[in-house]
């Protein structure tokens, strides 16, 4: 019993050890896989290996609509699209998502040239 | 049934994390008889790994158990590197051993919380899970996440561990080390722990050869089994005892985790002195052909893998026997003769991962 008593004692005169979350956030490890957050869709050639490597078909390659599309929720952020993809296009986030209350899908047309990106849900 | 009462424990039940049910028949306070209802959390792991490449099941592999995704992986990708011939680098068998202790140390924690909770401690349950933290951040740091923390694959791991990273876990595990020489004092000692895990649910070596319990639960009847010491990853080339309780009872299951605790800090260490520098991961070629079994120690006990494979890149078979399958026979035997009261700490005493056993 006085052996939990001393570390009572000992816990009193530290810092918390938990956050008061939303005021104190804690910074993201560099190396933490977060989220994939879309693709550098210029560089992508449309191959379709990141969609057939993903382990949860959450990737759709379309090579005829030049469209590249995730669905976020479907994602276990494993990063194996990211190693895969030959033109290392696909961007991984260290920051985890942020909740949302709809269901969208990513996706990234590639345009003719000009205009390099647009989202729609 | 004359005087028996049927009382059903679980699937929700405010000590059990786990799913698991097990309907008590009681007469008076005493358990005559246990009947386990197991399938509430069946996801069909088994049968995804079919429909997979061999390659991508390890993503599907590690959500088998939150807790020790890497075992389970590392169970898969041996399985998977001797089926075909792979050579995995030097470094890439070290990297192995230090994230699969560092899964043990947390397991391990978990559970220490866990018991600590379920007989009402809730300070001590606090205590032990801030310590828990502290190895999740490391394993967040180095993997890139949590629990499942996807590092092995076949032929390797995918990620390195940097000089200033390995330098890092050892200043971190050395701290937890000293946390857990606190904690432990009144795992051990307390009056409160003593009186509600000395003498209760005790296994005796025998039978506990007999029902085939694994793990601690072995461990903790005086059965110095553990497949670490079979050497496989890099485990050869370290210095390991099986930790060994004689006594059979909760307390003494309850001293082989956390003894195994200073065990796994100490490989850690052994390991991070150790690694040599080199390449992580060989490349794979062609479709693995055959059948292969393999085996690891988990956290909980030994967990078998059997694999089947006919050339093509989909597996014929993938069966996973689990611990905490293994050790629920065991559970089952001994429940008779308890009081209701003592249910928790003995279901808690197997450590059960219910989400494994049904995959
Ligand atoms: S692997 Fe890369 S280049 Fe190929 S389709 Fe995917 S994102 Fe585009
Ligand atoms: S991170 Fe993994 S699950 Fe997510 S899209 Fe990429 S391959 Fe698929």
């Not at chain 1, 699209?81 to 942020?98: F, H, S």
């Not at chain 2, 967040?140 to 694959?153: K, M």
């Not at chain 2, 461990?219 to 930790?243: F, H, K, M, N, Q």
């Not at chain 2, 002195?273 to 693995?288: D, F, M, R, T, Y």
Request: proline share 6%.
């Amino acid at each position: 019993m006085f052996d939990m008593i001393g570390n009572i004692f000992k816990n009193l005169g530290t810092k918390p050890a938990t956050r008061c979350y939303p005021f104190e956030k804690r910074e993201p490890f560099e190396a933490s896989r977060g989220r994939v957050k879309g693709i550098e869709i210029e560089k992508c050639i449309f191959c379709g290996i990141c969609s057939r490597k993903c382990p949860a078909d959450a990737i759709r390659v379309d090579r005829n609509a030049k469209s590249w599309e995730i669905d976020p929720f479907k994602c276990v952020i494993c990063g194996a699209c990211a190693e895969v993809c030959p033109k290392k296009c696909v961007i991984m986030d260290e920051a985890y998502t942020q909740p949302t209350t709809a269901k969208d899908k990513l996706t990234y047309v590639q345009a003719a040239k000009e205009e390099s990106q647009s989202q729609a849900g | 049934m004359n005087g028996k009462t049927v009382i059903p424990f679980g699937p929700q039940h405010p000590v059990l994390p786990e799913p698991l049910q097990l309907k008590l028949v009681m007469q008076d306070e005493k358990i005559v008889e246990a009947i386990p209802a197991i399938g509430y959390v069946h996801r069909g792991l088994e049968k995804l790994t079919e429909t997979k490449e061999f390659t991508q099941n390890v993503f599907v592999i590690e959500r088998i158990c939150g807790i020790c995704s890497f075992k389970h992986a590392l169970a898969y990708c041996q399985g998977m590197e001797n089926l075909m011939g792979i050579e995995v680098p030097d470094r890439a068998r070290f990297l192995r051993v230090i994230w699969g202790e560092l899964h043990r140390m947390h397991s391990h924690l978990l559970w220490l919380g866990l018991l600590a909770d379920a007989f009402g401690f809730e300070s001590l349950f606090m205590q032990a899970w801030r310590d828990r933290e502290k190895v999740m951040d490391i394993m967040e740091a180095t993997a890139g996440s949590r629990v499942i923390i996807s590092t092995n694959q076949i032929g390797g791991t995918r990620r390195d561990i940097s000089p200033e990273m390995l330098a890092k876990i050892v200043d971190v595990v050395n701290d937890v080390k000293e946390d857990i020489e606190r904690v432990e004092k009144v795992f051990c000692n307390d009056y409160t722990v003593k009186h509600r895990m000395v003498g209760i649910g005790v296994l005796s070596k025998e039978n506990a050869k007999l029902w085939g319990a694994v793990g601690p639960m072995a461990r903790g009847s005086g059965i110095a089994e553990d497949v670490r010491t079979l050497g496989y990853a890099a485990y050869g080339e370290l210095d390991l005892e099986p930790v060994v309780e004689t006594d059979g009872d909760c307390y003494a299951r309850m001293k082989v985790r956390l003894r195994e605790l200073y065990q796994s800090i100490d490989l850690i260490k052994q390991a991070i002195a150790k690694i040599p520098e080199g390449p992580i991961n060989v490349p794979v070629k062609g479709n693995p052909n055959g059948e292969v079994i393999s085996r690891v120690e988990q956290p909980r006990g030994e967990a078998l893998y059997y694999m089947r494979a006919n050339g093509g890149k989909t597996l014929d078979r993938l069966r996973v026997r689990t611990p905490t399958f293994a050790n629920i026979p065991t559970l089952l035997k001994m429940l008779p003769g308890h009081h209701l009261a003592d249910v928790p700490i003995l279901i808690l005493t197997i450590d059960p991962c219910i989400s494994c056993t049904e995959r």
